[in-house]
């Protein structure tokens, strides 16, 4: 599990597949227990007030796992309650990008179907079936995962 602050109120986290056992089952019912230890997370490291609102964008990709965008609205809520509430949107088979340094990644890898996309000097590659090792090796050789509506640049460009 990783989680990136963007804002003060913006947190993405990345959740590998092999951290999430049931990815072919993702659902609203079954998410709620990563969400608990995820928001006692962000909690104890980041100071986060989890009685709020949040809309959180699940973004699901079989190859690398879940992404979560949790965004807290501004809506007092915590300041009647200690509940926390969330909107959850699910986007399945969601498409993702691995921005890498190195072009020659993509000749180490024994699966050869892939597309690699050059954008403004930089390397994206979108890959699906990889294995634990490729995949570990992908992600620890990536700067960036582009994922929602921030490929659509990439791709269609």
Known sequence: ???????????????NKYYIKEIENI?????QKYLKTIFLCLKKKYGVN?????NIDCYI???YGLILEVREEPVGFHFFTKKTDMKLT???NSKIL???DD?????????NDYKLYIRENQFFLDMDNLDEKESAYI?????????????????NN
């Open 90 to 92: 699910f986007y399945n």
């Open 1 to 15: 599990m990783k989680i990136d602050v963007l804002e003060d109120n913006t947190f993405v986290v990345y959740l």
């Open 50 to 54: 989890i009685y709020s609102y949040f």
């Open 61 to 63: 990709n079989k190859s």
């Open 103 to 111: 072009y020659f990644i993509k000749d180490i890898l024994k699966n």
């Open 139 to 155: 992600i620890e050789n990536t700067k960036k995962i582009i994922y929602g509506e921030n490929i659509q640049s990439i791709i």
């Open 27 to 31: 659902n609203k019912d079954n998410i």
């Open 98 to 100: 691995y921005n890498i």
